[in-house]
């Protein structure tokens, strides 16, 4: 499905592009710049298929995720202060890619025979271990870990997904509407600060 | 093997509780008490099988792993201070599971015709690597790399299960002197606070 | 190639022997120590192959790469003085040993059909990760991200290894030639500084 394949380029990108401004935080080196943003945008899908056994990984396949990646070096150089202007516009694009993410990891794990829980614990692996990687090798917390609740936006939109497919619900409709659920989530998770911390009764 | 079976499953559940610990000491929210659990309860199986070349990984075969870890979550939430004071059953179940996970370890290693000295390694891997990946992403440097003995009460009790299956000994009693060796070992290393440091002549 | 094998041996020694060295001035316990050895000793090579989908990975195939790892340890021990003051001689075994890991992980992951893109990638992978893996490890930022420009002298190297494998020049001469670029810009590297900065425009 080429809509599939377009929302995975533009996920890919804006992974890629939160990479690299963490690497310039970061102070990095253009290499590390460039592994940042690499690991940023393939990380969670190469987690996901060493998992469950797909090799070579996935974006390994071809060259078009390499190309954008390597791409957003040059862009990120020349339009930097744009792009940090539109974050709020990429917090959609990313938004946007850890939805499909998710999804193209349940359909993944269900296609070589892992059972359900398997497969939505794999989509939101692919949708969430980029960041993980890009935070462990910048020597952080993995920003995810404390604040940010999009693991459950994707969680719940795989959920949604899985439910609907099990009771044969319309395909199309089915993906865009469990896209719309995890971005729904999200978005509201952000503008209202929302997180769930795990303090036991003592 | 039942008796196996079920000291995997207390052995996986008492590693998700130590992720658990972990979590809430360093404020985690929920989504990251979660997978600070998975990792320590799976990690060190998973990179094995990774290394050996088994995929989809073991515990993605079915879902009794993934249950008995999001189990962890609830009892821990409600049990909190009763399992802090239990800890030292806990360390008993998480001996008898890391020595346990290094025996399956070297099995599975032999079994798939690796050498005895990579069975060996890959049986220390299986039961210590979940906690080193643990610390990873807790941004610590691991804790058995600069105190905990028992990565070589592991090597010792894989060594002898190693030697007697050479010498024919009965497997069953093989089985259990080396769980209680790996057991003896790091129950007298913490007693006594052994350690081996590593300073080089200079 | 018996050569090959000899300076695969002496640049998995030499790395080993900087993880050695990694691990005695983070206090790291015997254990440790020898995670830390091993880990830079094959953690490129051993990420290259989960990726390209070789398993069981390479260096389990056989005991040597384990057995001289180890053997790092108590020639350390005995020799530590010694091995810092030969530090700019192993630079020099180091530096053939990444020069080497670049080229037979590409000539790894064309032998099963990945791009020339690809390719490249995986041989810079295979050198420079084993590093990366080490700081993660121990819990710092990986020095290559930040000042280190060795990760472009691979890719330089292996640039041209593929042009002239490409243009069909005699391989030895190739192999020979594209090692020299390696250590050529690495070493000029190091005694004039460069390194390459990524300061976006603003």
């Known amino acids: 499905m080429d809509a599939i394949l377009i929302i995975d380029i533009i996920g890919t990108f804006a992974f890629a592009i939160s990479g690299v401004v963490a690497a310039v935080e970061r ?6 710049t460039l592994i940042l943003a690499l690991v940023t945008a393939v990380g969670g899908g190469t987690l996901r298929d060493l998992l469950i056994g797909i090799s070579p990984v996935s974006w390994m396949g ?3 995720h390499i190309l954008v990646i ?6 990120a150089y020349f339009f930097y202060t744009i792009l940090l202007r539109l974050r709020k516009t990429f ?6 890619g850890i939805a499909l993410f998710t999804i ?3 359909e993944k794990s269900l296609s070589i ?3 359900p829980v398997i497969a939505v614990m794999m989509g939101v692996v692919s949708a969430v271990f980029g960041g993980v990687i890009r935070d462990v090798l910048s020597n952080q917390v993995p920003l995810i870990f404390r604040k940010e609740i999009y693991a459950f936006a994707c969680l719940a939109g795989g959920l949604v ?3 609907f497919k099990t009771l044969g619900v319309w395909e199309e409709f089915n993906l865009i509407f469990s896209v719309l659920v995890v971005i729904t989530i999200r978005l509201l998770a952000i503008k209202r600060h929302w997180s769930i ?3 036991p009764r003592t």
Chains 1, 2, 3 share one sequence.
Do not use: C, E, Q
């Not at 102070?27 to 590390?32: A, N, V």
């Not at 390597?70 to 862009?75: F, G, K, L, V």
């Open 70 to 75: 390597m791409s957003a070096i040059p862009i």
């Open 104 to 106: 193209l990891g349940i």
């Open 27 to 32: 102070k990095f080196d253009l290499f590390g």
């Open 91 to 96: 917090l959609l694009f990313d938004t946007l």
């Open 161 to 163: 997904y899985l439910g």
């Open 62 to 64: 071809d060259d078009v």
């Open 113 to 115: 025979g892992l059972s």
């Open 197 to 199: 911390h795990f303090v």
